[in-house]
């Protein structure tokens, strides 16, 4: 047993998110495109694959005298929606999970709120 993911249950769980948490996670989801609709399909993939072959080390912790593997390609300015921006590699960063997920949580006030 495992802390429900959602930050601050402090219910126990097989895995995931506890009973009370599940629904609010379902519901966001239910307006939310596909990850392949958002552009992030086998085209993406393969692009990001090349990134991070090019780019193997976290961005941000490099800049901590860090040296930790990158495995996220973050698109510095959000694209939200706009493919120019989304394929623009100059706007792509390379980080690690923690990285991106933190930056993420800036950004949008945490995964998926606005």
């Known amino acids: 047993m495992k802390p429900c993911n959602e930050p601050g249950c402090p219910?126990?769980?097989?895995?995931g998110?506890?009973?009370?948490?599940?629904t609010s996670k379902a519901l966001?989801?239910?307006f939310r495109?596909?990850?392949?609709r958002r552009g992030?399909?086998?085209?993406?993939r393969k692009s990001r694959e090349g990134y991070l072959a090019k780019h193997p080390l976290c961005q941000s912790c490099?800049?901590?005298g860090k040296r930790i593997a990158a495995t996220v390609v973050d698109h510095?300015?959000?694209h939200k929606g706009d493919k120019k921006l989304f394929w623009d590699s100059s706007n792509w960063q390379p980080l690690c999970v923690s990285c991106h997920s933190r930056k993420t949580a800036?950004?949008?006030?945490?995964?998926?709120n606005g």
């Open 11 to 15: 219910q126990l769980t097989r895995k």
């Open 17 to 22: 998110y506890c009973e009370q948490h599940k």
């Open 28 to 30: 966001y989801d239910l």
């Open 33 to 36: 495109e596909s990850s392949s």
């Open 40 to 44: 992030y399909n086998s085209r993406w």
């Open 62 to 64: 490099m800049l901590q």
């Open 76 to 78: 510095i300015k959000p």
């Open 106 to 112: 800036k950004e949008d006030g945490g995964f998926g």
